[in-house]
Every structure is written in structure tokens, then in C-alpha cells.
């Protein structure tokens, strides 16, 4: 089957990436019909989503609702970036999407996003 | 391997809907014995999960407790429906499940759910 | 494929257990080389999440800051124990790990963590 990967370059502290274009490049390379592809990023201060890419003002949403969920005082973790942590486990570091007729099987709306917590930072996604 | 579709529909704003019947299905057409079961949706503001299906105050809990978290004010997308993106990539659109013997190895109380959270509306579940 | 089962004994409420080792032996006994490995726990009040496993405080920031985001009061299941309910389905029942020259792909940080919301309890995961 073989692995492909793909480096991402943040800029902030958080931000919603589209990689969409990557991972189907990936995704040519391995010349998959009728799979499963997985993405996933070996981090754990990021994550991958499926989420709107239409509209960037549902990232901004999103990571201003995450914000609000996990507090930024508090915690014990001596590195000062547990809320980082915390969101990349509600988010969580891998996406399953079904492949048919070589492509990814996503809706109209759909983009696969990389999400940077503890940014900036290169960070790594594997696509197999 | 093939794919299997199937449509939902929902009559409710947020519900949660028990597919486990309509994957099995899915499953038995597919004629796998040995592999792992993915269930996904195509949408940006519906969601797969897994939970209790024996109590339906389980799901309802859900729900409330999914809106407790999320706020419905303050979002800077224009359609209004903010709430329901994050609360899809919180849950996340797919779920894994092994195959053993043909057969979903689920736990005794675990049921397969769709999860929207801005319907009414007619919705696709992909089964692979 | 086959499918390898262990058991995890919690000796808490709310815990994380580091289950990377029991994971890779897991893996050993299935022989793959090249795969995608789903790690999946039955139970509809525990969850599977990828984290640091460097610093045992991230996982003490990480149940705490999961227990402000769902309250413990105001539900209605009878068994009271919807908060793990709704935190097993927000933190996922599975996780998919690629898997390269018969090893799991993990990140530098990244441990395999089974997720104990309702203990102390005995619990199973599948690895397949």
C-alpha cells in the first residue's frame, strides 16, 4: 500500500489549514481505486477535521468556539500549552475518508483541514 | 471492496438517529467478512458517533450537553449555522468499526448514530 | 486480518491508561507490515485517544478540562452517568494509526490512551 507524507507550515498560534489539494495529490501517488484513505498527523497539539471550505469564516467559528470550550488557565502541564493538548483530543489526529473511482469520496462542502494549536510550527501528515 | 449509500431523513432542527439496522445491511451486501467497517457522512453539520442505545435519554443528554458547550451567539458566519459545524467536527463524520465474522463487533450497548444538528433535511451515510 | 483482544483494569472514575505497548504486541501477533491499525474499545462510557505521553499531567489537564466542558448535573439519564456518555463520544471510540515496516507510525509524543469515564470498571479493546 505505502505511506505518502506532506509537510504543513503554520503561521499562528491557531490555524485551520486546507489541505484537501495535498492529500488527494497523495492519493494519486499511491493509485488507489476502492480504499479507505487515512489521514493523519503524528502531533498532539494538532489535529485533522472534515469541515466547510466555502465559507474561511467557519474555521475562524470554530476555533473561537474550541477557545471557549477549553479555558486557558488552570492546568498542571509545566509547558503551558495543555488547552493544545485538550483540543487536539476532542478534534482528534486522524480522518477516515472513503475512496471511489480513485477520488475521495467527500460532499459538495467537505475540506480536510489541518488544525495548528500551539503554533507556528512545521508539522507532519501522513496519507495512506 | 465496493461502497453501500444509503439516505436518512430527519425531521427534527437536532437528533439523533439510530442506523445500526441499515449499516448491517450495508455490511452484508459488501459480503466482508474480515475488515474494518466505515461509516461517514458526507456533510458538514451532521455527524457519525457510537453510544448507548438501550435508554433514548442517552442521546437526549447528548444533544443538551453538545449545547451547553457550543453557544449558539457570536459566530461570524453568515448562514447562522456555526453551532452546527463545530459540533460535527467535535463528534467528527465517520466512524470505524471491526468486522468479526460478517458481523459488526459491537458492545452490547453500542448502537451506530447519525447525528444532525441542522435539519431537517434528507442526509447521505456512505458505508465501505 | 484477525482481530486481537486484551483487557484494560481501571482502578478509577475517570482515568487515562497508556495502552501503546499492549497495542504494538497487538500488532506483533497480527504480523502486518503495511495496514492501517484500528484500536477500538466496545463500552459507550470509555473512549481511545492519541496524546503525550511524556508529561502524566497532560492527561490530568485533559480530564479536567473535559469535566468543565460537560457539567455533571441537569441530564436525564437514570443511571447518572451521562457526563461519560457524552465525553466518550466527543473523544471517539477508536483510533486509526498507520502502520510502516510492521510498526506503528506515532509521532515522537504520541501514546495510545484508553480512556476510563465510568470506572472502576474492567474493560476490553480490539486491535485489528
Redesign the interface.
Known amino acids: 500500500?505505502?505511506?505518502q507524507k506532506f509537510t504543513v507550515e503554520t503561521s499562528k498560534k491557531e490555524e485551520f489549514i486546507d489541505i484537501t489539494a495535498e492529500v488527494r495529490d497523495a492519493l494519486r501517488k499511491l493509485k488507489r481505486r476502492?480504499?479507505?484513505c487515512?489521514v493523519?498527523?503524528?502531533?498532539?497539539t494538532a489535529a485533522i477535521?472534515?469541515?466547510?471550505n466555502a465559507?474561511p469564516?467557519?474555521a475562524?467559528?470554530?476555533l473561537?468556539?474550541?477557545r471557549?470550550?477549553?479555558?486557558e488557565t488552570?492546568?498542571?502541564?509545566?509547558?503551558g500549552n495543555?488547552?493544545a493538548?485538550?483540543k487536539?483530543?476532542?478534534?482528534?489526529?486522524?480522518?477516515?475518508?472513503?475512496v471511489?473511482n480513485g477520488d475521495l469520496?467527500?460532499?459538495?462542502?467537505?475540506g480536510i483541514y489541518f488544525c495548528e494549536f500551539d503554533g507556528p510550527r512545521e508539522r507532519?501528515v501522513?496519507v495512506?
Chains 1, 2, 3 share one sequence.
Open positions: 500500500m505505502g505511506i476502492d480504499a479507505i487515512t493523519f498527523t503524528p502531533h498532539t477535521t472534515i469541515n466547510e465559507d469564516s467557519v475562524r467559528d470554530m473561537q468556539g474550541l471557549k470550550m477549553v479555558p488552570g492546568h498542571h502541564h509545566a509547558e495543555s488547552p493538548h485538550i487536539s483530543s476532542i478534534i482528534g489526529c486522524s480522518e477516515q475518508i472513503p471511489e469520496a467527500l460532499g459538495t462542502w467537505q507532519s501522513f495512506k
